[in-house]
């Protein structure tokens, strides 16, 4: 077997495990809505984190572009491919520790997601290409333009859903009311 096709079946087993272990925590692989979405477009919905691809999606891209430049930080000589596994890998996990009753509870408590369940394990798969699609792009935009395309995706998604990475993270490590209730809208 070629040795580049080794950090796609890493890959391969990352989207197996976390599949694996989302299921074993009690996730849905589907919507119980009964029905299968490749893109759910309503923010504050039902389906959000239900769907393959909802508008929070565009946040596990930023994933990929983070991972993509801190690895290529800490890991210069490992080759791209495996970089981009080792950031699938970290998302993996991260699908995993988010979907836990500790994290759901503290984004319920954090932010305005108050009917946030968790995701199914469709939508978690596609958070984990999602990040993929991120360190892949990074890749080939470079420092500069991944850092603008950063800024400007935080930006629509901040006008659009009125949430992003940035403010998700804010308001995880420091509640704000005020920011939770601008978030709601109010």
Same mark, same amino acid.
């Given at each position: 077997?070629?040795?580049?096709?080794?950090?796609?079946?890493?890959?391969?087993?990352?989207?197996?495990?976390?599949?694996?272990?989302?299921?074993?925590?009690?996730?849905?692989?589907?919507?119980?809505?009964? &029905?299968?979405?490749?893109?759910?477009? =309503?923010?504050?919905?039902?389906?959000?984190?239900?769907?393959?691809? =909802?508008?929070?999606?565009?946040? &596990?891209?930023? &994933?990929?572009?983070?991972?993509?430049?801190?690895?290529?930080?800490?890991?210069?000589?490992?080759?791209?491919?495996?970089?981009?596994?080792?950031?699938?890998?970290?998302?993996?996990?991260?699908?995993?520790?988010?979907?836990?009753?500790?994290?759901?509870?503290?984004?319920?408590?954090?932010?305005?997601?108050?009917?946030?369940?968790? *995701?199914?394990?469709?939508?978690?798969?596609? *958070?984990?290409?999602?990040?993929?699609?991120?360190?892949?792009?990074?890749?080939?935009?470079?420092?500069?333009?991944?850092?603008?395309?950063?800024?400007?995706?935080?930006?629509?998604?901040?006008?659009?859903?009125? *949430?992003?990475?940035?403010?998700?993270?804010?308001?995880?490590?420091?509640?704000?009311?005020?920011?939770?209730?601008?978030?709601?809208? &109010?």
């Amino acid at each position: 077997m070629k040795r580049r096709l080794w950090p796609w079946l890493a890959v391969a087993a990352a989207l197996a495990a976390a599949a694996f272990e989302l299921r074993r925590q009690g996730r849905l692989w589907l919507c119980s809505c009964g &029905h299968f979405r490749v893109w759910y477009g =309503d923010a504050w919905g039902a389906e959000t984190s239900q769907q393959l691809f =909802d508008p929070y999606s565009f946040t &596990h891209v930023l &994933h990929g572009f983070a991972f993509c430049g801190l690895l290529a930080l800490l890991l210069p000589r490992v080759g791209w491919r495996w970089r981009v596994a080792l950031a699938v890998a970290a998302e993996a996990l991260w699908e995993v520790f988010e979907n836990t009753e500790f994290v759901i509870n503290r984004y319920r408590e954090a932010t305005a997601a108050l009917g946030y369940n968790g *995701d199914t394990v469709v939508n978690s798969l596609g *958070d984990v290409l999602a990040c993929a699609a991120g360190a892949l792009l990074a890749r080939r935009l470079g420092l500069v333009r991944t850092l603008l395309l950063f800024a400007l995706t935080e930006a629509v998604l901040l006008f659009w859903i009125r *949430d992003s990475l940035l403010l998700n993270i804010i308001l995880l490590v420091y509640p704000s009311e005020k920011l939770r209730a601008w978030q709601a809208g &109010h």
